[in-house]
């Protein structure tokens, strides 16, 4: 496992036993800090992914050379968000995005959640690995998504939330009252109106003798 300390064994006999030397790939291993020998075995502080590879250790007397079997090392790493999901504030109408980058050996599996439920792929929730697309957004979508990591020596979870707007493009009158246009109105009147030779405008009363005493 990743950063792990590990001993590959390298079994010698005779007296005194040979000093064994330890190959990665056909190309004899430097020992340092990070790969040591101790007594014949090649010793790692912690294995890493550039670790990997074919190993065997090498008697050499003056009769005969020994090579041992060897061992195939494979580092196996539990699994690593890189890229959480992050928080999203999205129009309802349009498309949401979450992306999970991880990492991992071996590949970790995707399992996507909505509010803690296995979302089931369809055509406006769209599952393509790393990346969940969910189509035209409506405000039930809004909730906690998850994606959550598994391999064999470990898991991993990332979140985010997701809200809902309206679509400001999409403007509505409905419910909010019209102004009504200005119109023009004759006026009811029984008084005459005369102009001068000015062009000012002067009212003469209308004959109204039926409404004086007698």
Not at 17 to 35: D, I, L, M, T, Y
Not at 100 to 105: H, K, L, M, V
Not at 153 to 182: F, K, M, N, Y
Not at 187 to 201: N, P
Request: glycine residues 10%; charged residues 20%.
């Amino acid at each position: 496992v990743l950063c792990q300390p590990l001993t590959l064994e390298c079994v010698v006999s005779g007296s005194p036993a040979p000093a064994a030397k330890w190959f990665k790939n056909g190309k004899e291993v430097r020992f340092g800090p990070s790969h040591q020998r101790r007594l014949n075995n090649l010793a790692f502080a912690g294995v890493m992914r550039s670790d990997e590879g074919r190993y065997s250790c090498m008697v050499e007397t003056e009769q005969r050379k020994v090579i041992s079997p060897g061992y195939t090392l494979k580092v196996l790493e539990p699994p690593l968000v890189e890229g959480g999901l992050g928080d999203q504030l999205i129009s309802v109408g349009s498309s949401a995005r979450f992306t999970c980058t991880a990492r991992g050996n071996p590949a970790p599996s995707i399992t996507w959640l909505f509010n803690a439920n296995p979302i089931t792929p369809s055509q406006r929730f769209q599952v393509s690995g790393a990346t969940l697309v969910i189509t035209n957004v409506t405000s039930q979508d809004g909730g906690v998504y998850q994606c959550l990591l598994d391999n064999e020596v470990g898991s991993a979870q990332s979140h985010g939330i997701l809200r809902t707007q309206p679509d400001l493009h999409l403007g509505s009158t409905a419910g909010v009252p019209l102004e009504a246009s200005p119109s023009l109105h004759p006026i009811q009147s029984d008084e005459s109106f005369l102009t001068d030779d000015d062009g000012d405008a002067f009212n003469l009363p209308a004959d109204r003798s039926g409404d004086r005493p007698t």
